[in-house]
Every structure is written in C-alpha cells, then in structure tokens.
C-alpha cells in the first residue's frame, strides 16, 4: 500500500521555525510533483507550495520568503522549511503528491504558532 506520512509538525512562538517531512512508502515507481498545504480552522484548504519533479517551485504570497520546499528523491522525501513563523500559518498541513500516476494525500501534521 502507497502512502504519504508527515512528520515535523508542533507547536513553536512566532518568529521560529519547523521543517516539516513527508515520506512516501511502498511499492513505488514513479514520483512527480509534491505540494504542501494547510487548512486553518474555518477555512479551505489552500496551497502552501509546489514543487516539480524537475525541481521548479510555487508558493503562495502568504509565505514566499520565508518557506522552502525541497525534495530527496532517493528517500522519496518532500521537506517545507519554515521560517520567520507567524500566527496565521497556524494550520493543519498536508503533503500532496503524484506517485505512480496518482494524487496521493497525507494525513496532516498541526502546526502551532504562539504571538
């Protein structure tokens, strides 16, 4: 069974930084595009950041400069670094990724900034 697992969320005061992962297991044989997204309490779910297979990324105005997605494509890994953390990045955050052909999601890792 294919599946996404985040980790690296947790609660942190504005100002600081968490670096979340997402790791894709099981039988794989392709791997594209990874996404990370958050959804905060009361509101859609919105797109964070993208990143292509060939390295090309995206992200929202919300967190240009101060977020970074990478990928390790020989641990089959996608990171978001986030930095400068403010309140309203408080979220649950997805990972989202195309593996064999598939949009895959991950269950979602909350993310807690204190003023």
């Known amino acids: 069974q294919v599946q996404l697992v985040e980790s690296g969320g947790g609660l942190v005061q504005a100002g600081g930084s968490l670096k979340l992962s997402c790791v894709a297991s099981g039988n794989i044989f392709a791997l594209n595009g990874w996404g990370w997204y958050r959804q905060a309490a009361g509101k859609q779910r919105e797109l964070v950041a993208r990143?292509?297979?060939?390295?090309?990324?995206n992200y929202a105005g919300a967190v240009e400069g101060r977020f970074t997605i990478s990928r390790d494509n020989t641990k089959k890994t996608v990171f978001l670094q986030m930095n400068s953390l403010k309140p309203e990045d408080t979220a649950v955050y997805y990972c989202?990724?195309?593996?064999?052909?598939?949009?895959?999601w991950g269950q979602g890792t909350q993310v807690t900034v204190s003023a």
């Open positions: 990143i292509s297979s060939s390295g090309t990324t």
């Open positions: 989202q990724g195309i593996v064999n052909f598939r949009e895959l």
